[in-house]
């Protein structure tokens, strides 16, 4: 019924040929504490966390917040809170600068009230990243066309929203998703923004997302920890019901036991 | 003295003033931070050899948590 191509029936999550057993990325913001960041980052089993890049105070003295992580973990900044291409690829510059790492989620918002993605200052920051080396995952609005585009300027991989960040909505189009799957099937497709609890996650596995990025669903639940391992398993088990190839949906009933031989 | 724009304050300095002794003079951290001098990123190696002129942009930046916009 579905196309398995190599790369996205591969047991790890490929990201510019390096390979990450777990399909869980999740953020550093929003926690009530270090403590509960680090537990839930365990529990997840997360190996990549994204973090944001800002100004340094300068009127007081500040610790640095990567000592809070885990060191085993990637760390992969972002482009939070850019509004231009400009803004975007000096924030990547910097990051690459300060982390030397070549990896960075592109972001480019367009509107303060939904955080929605601009897709055009997304697709001319990501020119201009690739150029530079970097290995961009851009954050976009959940469309196909701009989706090829992405991968056409070179991008490693492609990070669809679900719904609007920090929403916990799940996803809102789901037929989008299966098509950017069918249509796309050796891209790196990562879902990112909108899950609210487990199953989202796992419906955006068994839809076909080669893996999801989370931050609100796991902060701010009541206990982080624990939502943490939620995910952990929704998504494992979203990628195994994709990979099994689920049954057809039917209007009407079909029952699984033989007709003959029932007793009059 | 010298006068140079960080993270958009106005900040007076003795001249002459090197980037690495301005982020001395700053007392930050130097590791994990990152720099920029008038758009374009100087690299760590180079902040001792960078002298600041007046009116200068410079933006240091470092990580907080933070999973999207």
Request: proline share 5%; charged share 25%; with cysteine.
């Amino acid at each position: 019924m579905k196309e398995k191509t190599p790369e996205s029936s591969r047991e790890s999550l490929m990201i510019a040929g390096r390979a990450f057993s777990s399909r869980l990325i999740i953020g550093t913001g929003k926690y009530r504490s270090y403590e509960e960041m680090r537990a839930a980052h365990t529990s997840s089993g997360a190996e990549m966390v994204t973090v944001a890049v800002r100004r340094v105070p300068l009127d007081r003295s500040s610790e640095s917040f990567l000592d809070h992580l885990d060191p085993a973990l990637q760390i992969l900044p972002n482009t939070a809170g850019c509004y231009s291409a400009d803004d975007a690829v000096r924030t990547a510059r910097l990051a690459r600068e300060a982390l030397q790492t070549d990896l960075v989620k592109l972001e480019v918002i367009g509107d303060q009230t939904t955080l929605f993605p601009d897709n055009e200052q997304t697709l001319e920051a990501a020119r201009i990243l690739v150029k530079e080396g970097f290995i961009v995952l851009p954050y976009f609005n959940d469309d196909l066309i701009m989706a090829k585009k992405l991968l056409d300027a070179g991008c490693a991989g492609i990070m669809p929203l679900a719904a609007p960040i920090g929403s916990g909505l799940g996803v809102q189009n789901p037929a989008n998703l299966r098509i950017m799957r069918e249509q796309l099937p050796d891209a790196t497709i990562i879902v990112d923004a909108g899950v609210g609890t487990a199953s989202d996650a796992a419906i955006a596995m068994e839809l076909g997302a080669d893996g999801v990025l989370m931050n609100t669903a796991i902060a701010e639940a009541d206990d982080p920890s624990k939502m943490g391992l939620a995910m952990k398993l929704a998504i494992q088990a979203g990628r195994l019901a994709y990979l099994a190839g689920r049954m057809p949906k039917r209007l009407y009933a079909s029952a699984s036991s033989p007709l003959q031989g029932v007793i009059k | 003295m010298l006068r140079v724009y960080v993270n958009g304050e106005a900040r007076d300095f003795p001249s002459p003033l090197s980037l690495a002794q301005l982020i001395t003079e700053l007392d930050l951290p130097p590791a994990r931070i990152a720099v920029e001098l008038n758009r374009t990123v100087v690299r760590r190696g180079d902040w001792s050899a960078t002298e600041l002129n007046e009116d200068d942009r410079i933006e240091i930046v470092h990580f907080v948590g933070g999973g999207r916009s």
